[in-house]
């Protein structure tokens, strides 16, 4: 079992940015690939930026040069730093962590780009 809690969310004007934390907790971190996703309302949930076990990344192209997702096994955390943010990156971000098929998703934070 992951458990995983994410923070760093908020309102932001266009342009600004924003570092989202997704802590884990109660398993071997480190093996993990590690997922940032977003829904925003009235769409499907989808890939923002992922990382594997290995530090291998990749993004949606709609942040690429925008996001970065980083991780910090001695913390047990990833992180998700933003910039350039606009309106179309408002949404609820979720952390995930997945390895072999199986798959846990922290609660969601709420991010708002909004003059």
């Known amino acids: 079992q992951v458990q995983l809690v994410e923070s760093g969310g908020g309102l932001v004007q266009p342009g600004g940015s924003l570092r989202l934390s997704c802590a884990a907790s109660?398993?071997?971190?480190?093996?993990?690939?590690m997922g940032w996703y977003r829904q925003a309302p009235g769409k499907q949930r989808e890939l923002v930026a992922r990382?594997?076990?290995?530090?291998?990344?990749n993004y949606a192209d709609s942040v690429k040069g925008r996001f970065t997702i980083s991780r910090d096994n001695a913390k047990n955390t990833v992180y998700l730093q933003m910039n350039s943010l606009n309106p179309e990156d408002t949404a609820v971000y979720y952390c995930?962590?997945?390895?072999?098929?199986?798959?846990?998703w922290g609660q969601g934070t709420q991010v708002t780009v909004s003059p």
């Open positions: 995930n962590a997945d390895r072999s098929g199986t798959r846990y």
């Open positions: 109660g398993s071997i971190f480190s093996i993990y690939a």
């Open positions: 990382i594997t076990s290995g530090l291998r990344t």
